[in-house]
């Protein structure tokens, strides 16, 4: 299947709503947690698609159909010895693609997407948060484990 990419726009707020929701949905979240955080999303991605601080792409078969997304950010963040010069980071987050495209490649078709984008804007050091099944990926594409520990603080 031929496919093509496109970048993320403001018109595409309902999708990357739709595929943040899947991938938590798939990854094993009570459904409780997803629909509390879908709309404090949805109010936070907006103005971000549409000023571009949140961008990325989406992968589109011949009938015009996404099958495949990917968001990407640009974070303000400290130099550090990972990136001793800059102060900021990529950071990738949303990967998602539809269940019946899966295991053809295109998660890694993303992140080449990605680790080119990140480039084009000079920033030399990314980060993602993985789930079990994307982990991986990941790691077969040279992405490592860091020691990033969390807590909720409520």
Known sequence: MALT???L???DLDL???HRAAMFRDSGRPEAAITAMTA???AWLAPRL???R???FALVDAEGAVVAGIGLM???WPPHPA???EARRGYVLNVYVEPGHRRQGLARRLMTLAEAAFRERGITYAVLHATAAGRPLYEQAGWAPTTEMAKALI
């Open 40 to 42: 404090p999303f949805r």
């Open 74 to 76: 640009e974070l303000d």
């Open 5 to 7: 990419h496109r970048p």
């Open 9 to 11: 726009t403001p018109d």
């Open 50 to 52: 549409a000023d571009g």
């Open 83 to 85: 990136h001793p010069e």
């Open 16 to 18: 990357v709503c739709r």
């Open 54 to 56: 949140y961008f990325g």
